[in-house]
């Protein structure tokens, strides 16, 4: 696709693709200044380097731009960006967790988002992880020379990224309970609308914020089409996708659990960009059973 977008630019040019924001962050002037909340200690990111570097300089580069946190930490392939994306596992997780039974009254606070997370939640968010792990031990068993190992679960994400942010790491929910850089960070809410009329001080969730509207389509529908065209079940992905597209107006995995509903296209999965096999999703990866060499996005390992 880069190659694509950019055409003879595209071997002049070069590509870095991280799993994550470096800080946790929210704006405090739209458009203008932000708060840094806290700073992630490491990030994975995938390279193609511009012709004439070296992914050795472009990382020094990279790490001059951010300073000495978070540290930069080669990933040997796109895909595994592309699944170990922790905002698609951690965003509509905890959006179906807090409001899959919600009653559709408003609330008089607006409750915290992942200081909030309950013992439910936290189970969902490991059956996300689950599926994903088992996603990429599809693609081991094809190639057992492709590189999934930077593929974390949710768990080991957490405490890659905040370690000495938190404060109790016996169990996910403690751990994202006790994360000081989360301090403060609520649910999107908006204010309730009554007859045409705002209801200040009264809130109900905005299901339209990009934790569902960017991180459903961009990121768990991916990893859902790619589980597909590996035949892996993923019963947990199927339950937060079914839940948070019907939240978002939008049909990307079928009632039949197949991933060619009318807003497809609109998505990142593979079958968007006409890969529907298992054959096809292998050849676009120049992935073959046994071989030595695996390689997705002209990154490639022997």
Not at 51 to 73: C, F, H, Y
Not at 97 to 106: C, E, L, M, S, T
Not at 158 to 175: C, G, P
Request: glycine share 8%; charged share 25%; proline share 5%.
């Amino acid at each position: 696709l880069f190659k694509k977008v950019m055409g003879d630019k595209a071997d002049k040019l070069g590509l870095v693709a991280f799993e994550t924001l470096p800080w946790a962050c929210k704006f405090k002037v739209w458009g203008q200044t932000a708060e840094v909340l806290g700073t992630k200690e490491t990030i994975g990111a995938a390279i193609v380097p511009p012709a004439g570097k070296s992914k050795a300089e472009v990382i020094l580069k990279l790490q001059g731009l951010l300073g000495m946190e978070p540290t930069i930490d080669e990933c040997p392939n796109v895909m595994t960006i592309s699944l170990s994306n922790p905002g698609q596992v951690i965003h509509p997780g905890i959006m179906y967790g807090r409001w899959h039974n919600w009653d559709g009254k408003a609330l008089k606070e607006k409750p915290l988002f992942y200081h909030g997370v309950d013992q439910e939640t936290a189970d969902v968010l490991e059956g996300l992880s689950d599926d994903i792990s088992a996603i990429c031990k599809a693609l081991k068993r094809i190639d057992n020379k492709y590189d999934t190992s930077q593929v974390k679960t949710i768990m080991e994400w957490y405490l890659a990224s905040y370690q000495a942010s938190i404060q109790d790491a016996s169990s996910l929910m403690k751990a994202m309970q006790t994360n000081a850089a989360y301090q403060g960070l609520c649910h999107p809410m908006k204010e309730e609308v009554q007859d045409n009329a705002r209801r200040p001080g009264w809130w109900v969730p905005d299901f339209q914020f990009r934790y569902l509207t960017e991180d459903v389509p961009t990121g768990l529908c991916f990893s859902r089409g790619v589980a597909e065209l590996l035949e892996v079940q993923t019963p947990i992905i199927d339950k937060v996708l079914h839940w948070s597209q019907a939240k978002l107006g939008k049909d990307y995995l079928t009632i039949q659990g197949k991933m060619t509903g009318r807003d497809v296209a609109e998505t990142r999965a593979p079958q968007a960009y006409g890969v529907k096999s298992k054959k096809e999703l292998c050849d676009f990866l120049r992935i073959k059973p046994s071989s030595g060499i695996s390689c997705f996005a002209g990154i490639c390992s022997s």
